[in-house]
């Protein structure tokens, strides 16, 4: 069976550092997306994960573990417009790159 | 700037009454995909087309159709919405090689 999770809600600081993780288990593995959603719009890509280790842009930062089934995401110096769900993505296999999503987590960034 | 657009961004519709959305791409993107996401939910993949391939979830539900008359259009077709399908429905487009999916803004979707 296909199956992501994550947490539900988190809550952070501005300017503090945060963690979201996600676990996997799917059928196939071809990379971990992360996406951004605010309330009513659109996903917009964060980072893309296919081997393992941190990848870092910017104030975002994505960690992968093909072995544990494990990513997560990092936030430095949040901000107010941080505010957001923040969905995992896995790839599946085939050509046509179907997208697993988790059901996101909705972090809320306290002043 | 290139981009993907969906049209209209706000649907209402009546039970039973037939609605068309809509979503274009200028990102010259090969393959189209179209998600339904409700609220607090991840997005659900419907359908995709590779090219001109139409590729349907096994789990969509016939109610759902939907047509791509050229690259850069797309449309979802709700025959008989029902309560049910009142949702928030995303158009996403990738080119094959590529890893990164582009969504739309949404289609946000009510059935009175």
């Known amino acids: 069976g296909q199956n992501i999770d994550q947490p539900t809600e988190m809550t952070a600081t501005e300017g503090a550092i945060v963690q979201i993780n996600c676990t996997y288990q799917?059928?196939?593995?071809?990379?971990l997306f992360w996406y951004q959603q605010h309330a009513g719009e659109a996903p917009t890509f964060l980072s893309y994960n296919v081997l393992d280790g941190l990848e870092e842009k910017g104030r975002f930062s994505s960690f992968l573990s093909r072995s544990k089934g494990y990513s997560y995401l990092l936030l430095k110096e949040l901000q107010m417009k941080d505010s957001a769900s923040y969905l995992c993505?896995?790839?599946?296999?085939?050509?046509?790159?179907?997208?697993?999503f988790g059901t996101g987590t909705l972090l809320a960034v306290q002043p | 700037d290139a981009m993907v657009i969906q049209n209209p961004r706000y649907q209402v519709t009546q039970f039973g009454k037939p609605v068309t959305l809509s979503c274009s791409q200028t990102?010259?993107?090969?393959?189209m995909y179209w998600y339904q996401q409700k609220s607090s939910q991840a997005p659900k993949l419907l359908f995709h087309y590779y090219d001109k391939d139409f590729n349907n979830e096994a789990d969509t539900p016939d109610n759902f159709q939907s047509r791509r008359p050229n690259t850069s259009f797309c449309f979802l077709d709700i025959r008989s919405p029902g309560l049910g399908d009142a949702a928030m429905y995303l158009c996403?487009?990738?080119?094959?090689?590529?890893?990164?999916?582009?969504f739309g803004p949404g289609t946000r979707l009510t059935v009175l």
């Open positions: 799917t059928s196939g593995f071809n990379g």
């Open positions: 996403a487009t990738k080119r094959t090689g590529t890893d990164t999916q582009y």
């Open positions: 993505a896995v790839k599946g296999g085939g050509a046509t790159n179907k997208l697993i």
């Open positions: 990102l010259n993107h090969n393959v």
